[in-house]
């Protein structure tokens, strides 16, 4: 990717004052339900610190966008209370919260040129004409779109109509902006592209930003910290490293990057290890996680790319035989399926050094992983 300058402040805004509490949002046993029965979040106690970079990632219906809308105040909740800047604002209009907003699809009005567009959340708080003119100017600098004023959002490509749209959200200089998964609409390329220049931005300007995706790979690229939904309720909150090397529970390990899955039964537990019985009578040691009891069911997880080809005798504890049944090359890496422990999903990936092996489909391997790499959780 072509590097740019850091952009342009919208303002330069006062330093935070140190009587500024750290937690800018606060939801307090938030609720909401559509049909006074099922609900959507369930008694959701979450903060947000000032200037942090947020995202909220889970799969469709966990409750990810239903808590964003009760944030913005296009929902309202059915139970709890949402503060900011340790005020409710339950009863605030949209308007009133001093919150932006972006959406996936730009919601630009086509209407209106670009500058228009821009123009529009300050001409509705009363902001005087000559500096609604020198804030879209240093806005669309800021998304590097300068020159731009006098387009319309038909002219304008994907990319550019999303840097429109985050400008807009950013103009007024709220204190807190919310994402819909405002990148969903992209190609792929384009989409990673403004992963990065969405998160530069974040840096540069210091707001703090709630982000809505189901995409695990943005989350992991662009958050300070990360909230796994699951069934309108807070899985896991954590930084990305955290979460990928320490899931709390299954949900949030297979949720999280991939993943291979060995069910079995928690044989003995012995402090920071645990043996855990495969079929096949195959046994693993592994580092307890989220376990119960001794005979209780349990999940196995391990990443692929902690596994290990072909180790040496001794060079680590858990060594078995496998079966070769795929190879996909990748580029960068190879991916092999293999038959392990009464599996035929066990995956195998194999980075693309002049080191690596070739393989072949029925070819009898053997691997290997040490017991920091594989937790055992709660069974799905």
């Known amino acids: 990717m072509v590097s740019h300058p850091s952009p342009s402040r919208i303002h330069d805004p006062s330093p935070v004052s140190p009587e500024a509490p750290a937690t800018l949002v606060s939801m307090q046993g938030v609720e909401k339900t559509y049909d006074g029965e099922t609900l959507v979040v369930r008694r959701l106690s979450l903060d947000v610190r000032r200037g942090e970079f947020l995202t909220l990632l889970g799969p469709s219906g966990s409750g990810k966008t239903t808590l964003l809308m009760l944030v913005a105040g296009f929902e309202m909740p059915t139970g709890g209370d949402i503060l900011l800047n340790g005020h409710s604002i339950k009863a605030l209009p949209p308007h009133r919260r001093d919150i932006g907003m972006v959406f996936q699809n730009y919601a630009l009005f086509p209407h209106m040129t670009v500058g228009e567009n821009l123009a529009f959340p300050l001409s509705v708080r009363k902001v005087p004409r ?8 240093r806005a669309l600098e800021m998304v590097r779109l300068p020159g731009y004023q ?195 999903e066990f995956i195998l990936k194999i980075p693309n050094t002049a080191q690596a092996a070739p393989l072949a489909p029925r070819q009898a391997i053997t691997v290997g992983w040490q017991i920091r790499d594989c937790k055992a959780l709660d069974p799905l």
């Open 150 to 344: 006098r387009r319309r959002p038909h002219q304008l490509s994907g990319g550019q109509q999303q840097r429109v749209a985050l400008a807009r959200a950013l103009v007024f200089e709220p204190q807190l902006v919310l994402l819909d998964e405002p990148l969903g609409a992209l190609d792929k390329q384009l989409r990673e592209q403004m992963q990065i220049e969405i998160k530069h931005l974040h840096q540069e300007l210091g707001v703090t930003m709630m982000y809505v995706t189901h995409d695990q790979t943005e989350a992991l690229t662009m958050s300070d910290r990360i909230a796994v939904f699951h069934q309108g309720a807070i899985q896991q909150l954590a930084t990305p490293t955290e979460l990928y090397e320490e899931p709390e529970n299954s949900f949030v390990a297979h949720f999280i990057g991939e993943n291979n899955r060995l069910p079995g039964v928690l044989a003995a537990r012995d402090g920071d290890t645990c043996r855990v019985t495969l079929a096949g009578g195959l046994e693993v040691l592994a580092r307890p996680a989220n376990v119960g009891a001794v005979g209780s069911p349990t999940l196995l997880s391990l990443r692929p790319e902690r596994v290990l080809l072909n180790p040496p005798p001794n060079s680590c504890p858990n060594r078995f035989p496998a079966t070769v049944l795929e190879l996909i090359y990748l580029g960068d890496h190879a991916r092999a399926r293999l038959a392990l422990a009464g599996s035929e």
């Open 130 to 137: 000559a500096e609604i003119a020198s804030r879209v100017s």
